[in-house]
Every structure is written in structure tokens, then in C-alpha cells.
């Protein structure tokens, strides 16, 4: 397995780095990273609400596979819009602006459903109202593949620091609800409007003008598998880190798992594991990140050791079946997801020229939904286990 290293050249153009003041772009992407996940965990975290109105249904796996197979779909188009030199795909700004939209108008569709068919119990009113909340989280899963296919594919050009910034940014977005979720969109909106105005990105947009004017022997219509190519290691990486995440959480420890001691409360108490690992994980990318990424693939690949361990949480010596080898367990899937998943976010970009960053943050955000989707659709296994 080739060690692939961050571009020498690429790393060259950034020795003068423009100044951060109040470190404000690098809080504008931490927020950003939050924003575009809020949804997401918004959704799953009432996970036991949603339960409790359609007990009939198995909502993690329904929405896990629903919201990732829509991700992925925006992700694929804008891979092949990448690919075509006629049209040119809309402006960040314009993207981001138009996905944190959807989002917010999904936030406000799921609560009000929830409340008519409260007042109305018909098999027919809560069929309606399922199917309903299921297209809001698709069209959350849409907005999702928008902003952060974007807003990843965009800080790819920027220094490390502020991919580590967004992916730190996502771990916080675990534990908040609707309402809240919507006004948090709503300031993403405004600094998503901010942030291309300051000093600093504007320095780095014209970097990478420049260097496309300069570098012309460069080909710029290298298409989006030619890129993916040269960071393949990297995109199978995070491919395979969501596949086994996904695959475990959060279906496996909202359904699969119980408590006599947490009762109800023991879903609620792993998914929040998960997530507090997750943040830890993405904050050390800030202490340190390697250099190469041949450990961190393999470290990718060697988290399969995480399913024999579950699975004896269920059938395995009677001390497993207890409540701290199993909260141990989702805190250490939370740590290690977060943070390679960080690490594979910095040095990716930073592999290739920098006219093809953004393209590769496209790549490597597509193989981590795909890796969502055939996780979530792996995670309807732990049912056939039952």
C-alpha cells in the first residue's frame, strides 16, 4: 500500500498563511460542521418519541437508510456535474444557502405531523403522517449531501486546521432538538454569507486562481474518478470506517441491546456515548495528525474487530451482557469514528494540487455516505441475529 503524504508544492503556497483574526473563520467552520449535522442527530435523537407515536415500525433503521440513500443521491450528481465541462455547478455559497433552506423547512414539518397525529389516531392519519416524516428526513438527507458535500469540498483548499474545525463541528451536533436545530440553521445561513467575505478566504480563492493561471500544464478537466483515484486508499478508508459504524449505530444500540437498570433510558445513554467519543475523537485530530496515511488506513480497516465484541454483548459470556462493557464499547466506536474520520478529511485534500481539493472533498464526503447507506443497510442484520 503506496503512503500517500501531503503535497510538498501544495504545502509551499500556504508558508505565508493570511491572519485569522479572532480565529473567526475557523469558528465559522466549527459552526458550520455543527449546523449541517444538527438535523441528523435532531432526528435520531428522539428516537424513542418517534417510537412511541408509530410502535410498529422500525424507526433508526427506516430513517438511517432513507436519510443516507438521499445524501448519497445529491453527492452522485454533484460527482457528475464535477465531470462536465459545459455546465458549472452553482457557487458554494449558493449551495449551502439553498440546503440550509431544506433543512429548516424540514425541522418545522416533522414537529407539526407529530402533532396532528396526536390529536388523531387513525391507522390511516398515522400512515400519512410516517410517510410524511419520512420525506422530511430524506429532504433533511438532501440538504445534508448539498451543504456538506459543499461545505467539505470548499475547506479542502483551506489549511488542515479548518477541516478539523468542521469535523469537530459535527461531533457537537448530538444532542439538540428541533426547534433549536432550525434557529442554528438559520445562523449558518447568515455565516455561511459571512464567511466567504472574510480577508482570509478571499486570499486563499485567489491562491488558487493563480495557480490555475500559472499551472496551466495541470489539467483542469480531470475528471472525478481520475482524482478519486489518486486518493483510492483514502476514500476505501472512510468507506469502511462508516460501513462499521453505521452497521452498529445507531440501530444496533437503540433495538438490540437492554437495560433493567437504565430501562429506557439506555439507548438514549449509548447513542450519547457514541456521540461524546465522536466529539473527543474529532478534537485530537487538533493535538495531532500523522503525516502519512498508511497507519490510519489500517487502523480503518482493523475497527472490524468492533463486531465480534458486540455480538458477545449479546450471546457471548454473561459479564458482556452487563451495561459497562457495552457503554465502553460505543464510546471507544465514537472516539475511533471521529477520529480518523478527521484525520482522513485533512490529509486527503492535501494529497493532490490544489486546483483538485475541492474535487477531492467531494470524493471523499460521496464514499463516506456510501459508506452510511451500506452501513445502515448492514445494520438490518442485528434483526436476523435476534
Known amino acids: 500500500m503506496e503512503v500517500i503524504r501531503p503535497n510538498e508544492h501544495y504545502d509551499d503556497d500556504y508558508h505565508e498563511e493570511p491572519k485569522d483574526p479572532y480565529h473567526l473563520a475557523y469558528m465559522i467552520h466549527f459552526f458550520l460542521g455543527a449546523g449541517y449535522l444538527i438535523p441528523w442527530n435532531a432526528f435520531i435523537t428522539a428516537v424513542d418519541y418517534f417510537q412511541y407515536l408509530y410502535p410498529n415500525k422500525h424507526i433508526n433503521k427506516v430513517f438511517s437508510v432513507g436519510y443516507m440513500s438521499a445524501a448519497v443521491t445529491v453527492l452522485l450528481t454533484l460527482m457528475c456535474w464535477t465531470r462536465s465541462n459545459r ?149 476505501t478508508a472512510v468507506f469502511i470506517t462508516y460501513v462499521i459504524s453505521l452497521s452498529i449505530f445507531p440501530g444496533y444500540l437503540s433495538e438490540n441491546v437492554k437495560s433493567d437498570y437504565f430501562k429506557d433510558w439506555y439507548p438514549i445513554i449509548l447513542i450519547t456515548a457514541f456521540n461524546v467519543g465522536d466529539f473527543m475523537g474529532k478534537c485530537l485530530t487538533a493535538i495531532y495528525v500523522p503525516k502519512g496515511s498508511k497507519e490510519t488506513v489500517w487502523c480503518c ?24 462493557p457495552v457503554i465502553v464499547l460505543t464510546l471507544m466506536l465514537g472516539v475511533s469514528n471521529g477520529y480518523l474520520t478527521s484525520v482522513l478529511m485533512i490529509l486527503a485534500p492535501k494529497s493532490v494540487p490544489i486546483e483538485e481539493a475541492e474535487m477531492v472533498g467531494i470524493a471523499m464526503e460521496t464514499f463516506l455516505v456510501i459508506g452510511l447507506v451500506v452501513g445502515s443497510a448492514l445494520g438490518w442484520f442485528w434483526n436476523f441475529e435476534n
Not at 475497527?303 to 452487563?322: D, E, L, N, Q
Open 301 to 324: 480497516m482493523g475497527r472490524v474487530v468492533f463486531y465480534p465484541f458486540f455480538v458477545g454483548c449479546i450471546h457471548g459470556p454473561k459479564w458482556m451482557h452487563s451495561e459497562a
Open 87 to 235: 455546465i458549472k455547478l452553482p457557487s458554494v455559497r449558493t449551495r449551502m444557502n439553498i440546503g440550509q433552506g431544506l433543512f429548516i423547512s424540514a425541522l418545522m414539518v416533522a414537529p407539526v405531523t407529530d402533532w396532528i397525529v396526536n390529536g388523531n389516531q387513525t391507522t390511516m392519519i398515522s400512515n400519512i403522517s410516517f410517510v410524511v416524516l419520512v420525506s422530511m428526513v430524506m429532504i433533511s438527507g438532501l440538504a445534508d449531501g448539498l451543504v456538506g458535500g459543499s461545505l467539505v469540498g470548499s475547506t479542502g483548499e483551506l489549511p488542515g486546521r479548518y477541516m478539523q474545525a468542521v469535523f469537530a463541528g459535527n461531533a457537537t451536533a448530538g444532542t439538540i432538538y428541533f426547534t433549536f436545530s432550525a434557529l442554528i440553521i438559520l445562523l449558518c445561513i447568515i455565516c455561511t454569507n459571512v464567511l466567504h467575505k472574510l480577508p482570509l478566504l478571499q486570499c486563499y480563492r485567489n491562491r488558487k486562481h493563480n495557480n490555475l493561471t500559472t499551472h496551466h500544464h495541470v489539467s483542469i478537466t480531470s475528471n472525478f474518478w481520475q482524482v478519486a483515484k489518486k486518493v483510492r486508499w483514502l476514500v
